[in-house]
């Protein structure tokens, strides 16, 4: 009798989902969305391909399902990042066309970059030369120039959020971390990869929200142009260590242009207020692609080179998800691919 009403409960449960899928089907056919493959599934979101009928292209559908989301998620960051998504117009950052709910999920209907994101594109192919470094570099501070002249912080900038189209030109996507924020706002929200992090987010002081996209923006170009972290952050405490005492490696062995790391220096400031800004980015010769002859150059290295017993700092591998993260929020703008199975962490170059 028990295994009876076992059964009897299992088959009901089943059929309750069957119910929950078909109408989730039925509504996806109303609206004019024929789905496709899946993208990428976390622990309370998925992303599906889809093509709009209405929109006569393919697009992508982000589903977050309330039933499994943590509350602070849903009252603060997901309408957050709606409210901000909904008023932004560029063409180097993530579309968002609609947004509808359903049942128990909310449904956003996005811009498909069908290029996947920039971090497994360097992994695939390497290192970018920096030509085409630096037309992607440009794409990226557009971007960001744009979301700063509105107010708007990202505080989530890394290879991951960073979006490829067909012609490999950038879209800015995942702004569930980003914000309103005044010119002397001061936040207290710790969120991001530790990774991309500036030092004063680290530490866990109050900051402004501008130099600290300014600073992940120096190191996506350090993985841009060597193909690697530019601080092992395997260890918090040695990786703040590392980021105050300006200790960035530039390889002898994968040699770039003296213009192009005293941006990255720029960039990789510890120091707020000397930090490069996205103004300043604009006027430096490597953005603007004016690159002395090798005969002038003088060699950089980072600046804890001027202390000789220092050692060269180890670069840190170029990984799809980081083991350190700042607070557990890290994982609201997480999706599992695919491709994390397939792409591992390239290893650490030798610091020749």
């Not at 947004?99 to 970018?128: P, T």
């Not at 213009?259 to 006027?283: A, D, F, M, S, Y």
Request: net charge positive.
């Amino acid at each position: 009798m028990g295994s009876f009403v076992t059964e009897t409960s299992y088959k009901t449960q089943q059929q309750q989902q069957r119910l929950i899928v078909t109408s989730e089907e039925f509504e996806f056919q109303r609206r004019g969305f024929k789905l496709g493959s899946l993208l990428g599934e976390g622990s309370y979101a998925k992303v599906k391909t889809a093509f709009s009928e209405r929109l006569n292209r393919k697009i992508a559908i982000k589903i977050v399902n309330r039933r499994k989301a943590p509350i602070d998620f849903q009252q603060r960051f997901l309408p957050r990042e709606l409210s901000i998504l909904q008023n932004l117009d560029h063409p180097h950052i993530i579309k968002l066309y609609e947004i509808f709910n359903h049942g128990h999920k909310v449904y956003m209907i996005l811009e498909l970059a069908g290029h996947g994101d920039l971090l497994d594109y360097i992994k695939l192919f390497g290192r970018l030369p920096e030509d085409r470094a630096r037309k992607m570099f440009q794409q990226l501070v557009s971007a960001i120039e744009y979301l700063h002249n509105l107010k708007i912080v990202h505080r989530d900038l890394k290879c991951e959020n960073i979006l490829l189209d067909s012609k490999n030109d950038i879209k800015v996507s995942d702004f569930g971390f980003s914000r309103l924020m005044l010119e002397k706002d001061l936040s207290s929200t710790f969120c991001g990869s530790a990774s991309y992090a500036a030092p004063e987010v680290l530490k866990g002081t109050p900051y402004i929200g501008p130099p600290y996209d300014c600073w992940s923006l120096g190191v996506v170009l350090y993985i841009m142009v060597y193909g690697t972290m530019p601080f092992d952050d395997s260890n918090v405490r040695k990786l703040i260590r590392d980021q105050l005492e300006k200790r960035i490696h530039f390889s002898r062995r994968k040699a770039i242009t003296d213009e192009c790391k005293q941006l990255i220096l720029l960039l990789l400031e510890p120091n707020v207020k000397q930090r490069g800004t996205v103004e300043q980015i604009w006027q430096t010769d490597w953005i603007n692609n004016i690159i002395q002859p090798i005969s002038a150059r003088t060699s950089i290295t980072y600046e804890g080179e001027l202390n000789k017993r220092m050692t060269p700092p180890k670069p840190g591998k170029l990984m799809k998800e980081n083991s350190v993260g700042i607070t557990y929020l890290a994982e609201y703008a997480t999706l599992k691919r695919s491709t994390d199975i397939i792409m591992a962490g390239i290893p650490p170059y030798s610091s020749e």
